[in-house]
């Protein structure tokens, strides 16, 4: 069974551009939840995603959105960029809502110049 | 809000000593997950206790979840190298409740 991808791998943007990251999960697995990982704040959670809602929300500005397709793929997006927001995009993927084993991907590595 | 802390932050050792590393909180979790992770890669899945007092084994890795469901140990034994990495716990709340991870154990192995 394929692991979770995550595209692209490395994106390079300046200050006040937009993003949208992608993230397809392991087959079968509905839920789908982002992280941000930078070397000061470790991995902090952004949202999660199940059945194309959105269940639950960390600590992060509205410029931080996401959405899921019926497929349980899903995007990120993150609006006029800041320097701060510069880190390692992680997508896990887990097969229900409840407390439960999540898998990751990859990660996005962003740079925001 | 649920936190969890880990000890020691950072650990450098010689090949072939043993070291255990803790995860600690003042909660109580569902479950508790184990990530080993690389320089610019995802965490991968080492492990994933559910019952308290539960002890599991992964070849030299051994993780115990402790009886209250608050805290857990990776003790390593003999290791290498290829043992280098970022070590994570992550908690699992209640239903709905999203992940909770600790700031890792940063750990190099020295050949």
């Known amino acids: 069974k394929a692991g979770v991808t995550q595209t692209p791998r490395y994106l390079i943007k300046t200050r006040g551009q937009q993003v949208t990251l992608s993230c397809s999960p392991i087959s079968g697995h509905r839920s789908v939840s982002w992280y941000q990982q930078t070397p000061g704040q470790g991995l902090q959670f952004l949202f999660e995603?199940?059945?194309?809602?959105?269940?639950n929300k960390g600590n992060f500005p509205g410029r931080f959105s996401g959405r899921q397709f019926s497929n349980s793929r899903s995007e990120m997006n993150v609006s006029t960029l800041e320097l701060g927001d510069s880190a390692l995009y992680l997508c896990a993927s887990k097969w229900r809502l409840e407390g439960d084993t999540q898998y990751f991907g990859p990660g996005t590595r962003l740079t925001v110049l | 809000t649920q936190l969890l802390e880990q000890s020691p932050q950072f650990l450098s050792i010689q090949e072939g000593e043993n070291l255990t590393v803790y995860c600690n909180s003042s909660s109580v979790f569902s479950s508790l997950q184990w990530y080993r992770q690389e320089p610019g890669e995802g965490p991968v899945l080492l492990v994933t206790?559910?019952?308290?007092?539960e002890v599991k084994k992964l070849k030299r890795l051994t993780f115990q979840f402790g009886d209250a469901r608050k805290d857990s140990s990776l003790h390593i034994t003999a290791a290498q190298p290829g043992d280098t990495g970022l070590y994570l716990c992550a908690g699992a709340g209640n239903y709905g409740q999203n992940f909770v991870f600790g700031p890792g154990t940063r750990l190099s192995v020295l050949p």
């Open positions: 206790v559910v019952t308290g007092g």
């Open positions: 995603y199940f059945s194309e809602t959105q269940r």
